[in-house]
């Protein structure tokens, strides 16, 4: 079965800094990647995905994530964070239908 | 999102008494899924459906039962609350079986006392 690890369970970040979200999955065969964002008291929203095709994905909120075959990493990358980055992201991989997600990561930016 | 809603957003209910949190989607999606959210744990799936009357077994599908006699409609079950059940429920709808990625509802927070 597919797992996910996200490295950093809390990244403390300046206003105006990049951040990098860390996700490793377990398998080395095709998958379908994903990465999710919760704000406080909400439910998760799809940042991007990657299905196929380029590495380099693009998604909402100026993120961006690089998939890594060889090293199984799908890693999430902003190049300067705003306040209102501030949330849960969520990585997840999917595995015959379902999702399987990552323990979190909190980002928290600063002023 | 306006396409799923979640019902109720919060409850309190006593160890022992059975629980039914209800989803309700607009879209028409053909999968339905059950997760539950607790910290260190991300979201893990309780149940899951691929269609009316067709459900499976999720990774922590004990204590649960789920049901979905309409397409629009999926309920879940708890069938005797206990507090390691308090935690924030969360439905999510999909329109394909695969690569598509999920909508999610608002998320019940459920205490058990």
């Known amino acids: 079965a597919q797992s996910v690890t996200q490295l950093d369970s809390q990244v403390p970040v300046f206003e105006e800094a990049p951040v990098e979200l860390r996700c490793n999955y377990s398998s080395s065969v095709s998958v379908y990647l994903f990465w999710y964002v919760q704000y406080p008291n909400q439910g998760l929203q799809l940042l991007l995905k990657y299905l196929s095709g380029s590495t380099l994905v693009k998604g909402i909120n100026g993120f961006e994530a690089e998939f890594n075959k060889s090293q199984t990493s799908f890693h999430l990358r902003k190049p300067s964070v705003h306040i209102s980055d501030t949330a849960e992201y969520f990585c997840a991989v999917s595995e015959t239908g379902k999702l399987i997600f990552g323990q979190g990561t909190e980002l928290s930016v600063k002023p | 999102d306006a396409g799923i809603t979640q019902s109720p957003r919060h409850k309190v209910t006593e160890t022992g008494t059975p629980v039914t949190l209800r989803c309700h989607q607009t879209?028409?999606?053909?999968?339905m899924y059950w997760y539950r959210q607790d910290p260190g744990h991300g979201l893990r799936l309780i149940h899951y459906s691929y269609g009316v009357k067709d459900t499976d077994k999720g990774e922590v599908s004990d204590g649960y039962s789920v049901s979905r006699s309409k397409t629009e409609d999926f309920l879940l079950t708890l069938e005797s609350a206990t507090s390691s059940q308090t935690s924030v429920y969360f439905c999510?709808?999909?329109?394909?079986?695969?690569?598509?990625?999920?909508?999610f509802g608002s998320g019940t927070r459920l205490t058990v006392v």
């Open positions: 879209e028409n999606h053909r999968y």
């Open positions: 999510a709808i999909s329109e394909d079986w695969d690569g598509y990625g999920y909508t």
